[in-house]
């Protein structure tokens, strides 16, 4: 059975530093790794999706990276904001069936003036 | 833009009551899931829909049922709302298995 750890739980930095929250899954037989945020009482908001040929995606200040062979993916969030803290999950899509996501517990991030 | 709606924003209901919670997406996406996020538990999925008409059980099913019958609409069902089932639904959608999934705002729902 899949299973997703994601670390750290919580992290607090101040504005502008670059960080890397860290998404470890089990079973490397996967078919793509998407990276949510979750703003309090909202739902979640698609950040990249790496299919498993790929080796990184990038949006903006977001880079995110992925190795499947050794079940890790990072988010790199450069000159991070206030406005980026949120709740980041990361969720795997297996490579059978109809692709239910395995969702982390997510790690909480709260970036401070 | 996706766009995944869903009927209510906060909800009351009381233990007993039978509960429709809706939800549409605008991008004719094929497969439509709902889950249930609580605290120190995570996301956990209840339904999951992979076209109009079928549906498969998720993870916890159990007192919730659902109903596809437009390709746009997904809706769950509380049978028989209980307290135990106070918590923040999330519908989401997406095209199939190797695309993106997307999801809606989310209801809170408080059964008492």
């Known amino acids: 059975k899949q299973e997703v750890t994601q670390i750290p739980a919580a992290l607090s930095v101040p504005e502008g530093e670059n960080l890397v929250l860290n998404c470890s899954f089990t079973d490397s037989a996967i078919y793509n790794l998407q990276w949510f945020r979750q703003d309090p009482g909202k739902g979640l908001t698609s950040l990249l999706l790496?299919?498993?040929?790929?080796r990184e995606q990038t949006s903006g200040r977001l880079n995110a990276s992925l190795d499947k062979s050794s079940g890790r993916s990072t988010l790199y969030i450069a000159a991070s904001q206030p406005g980026d803290s949120a709740t980041y999950l990361c969720a795997v899509s297996p490579g059978t069936s109809y692709g239910k996501l395995t969702f982390g517990q997510g790690t909480i991030l709260t970036v401070h003036p | 833009d996706v766009k995944v709606t869903q009927s209510s924003r906060y909800l009351v209901k009381r233990t007993g009551e039978k509960v429709f919670l809706e939800c549409v997406q605008d991008?004719?996406?094929?497969?439509m899931f709902w889950y249930r996020q609580d605290p120190g538990l995570g996301l956990r999925l209840i339904y999951f829909s992979y076209d109009v008409k079928m549906k498969e059980k998720g993870d916890i099913p159990e007192g919730y049922s659902v109903s596809r019958e437009k390709k746009e609409r997904f809706s769950l069902i509380l049978e028989s709302a209980s307290t135990n089932q106070t918590s923040m639904y999330l519908c989401?959608?997406?095209?199939?298995?190797?695309?993106?999934?997307?999801f809606g705002p989310g209801t809170r729902l408080t059964v008492t």
């Open positions: 989401a959608s997406r095209t199939g298995p190797f695309y993106e999934q997307y």
């Open positions: 790496i299919q498993s040929s790929q």
């Open positions: 991008m004719d996406h094929e497969n």
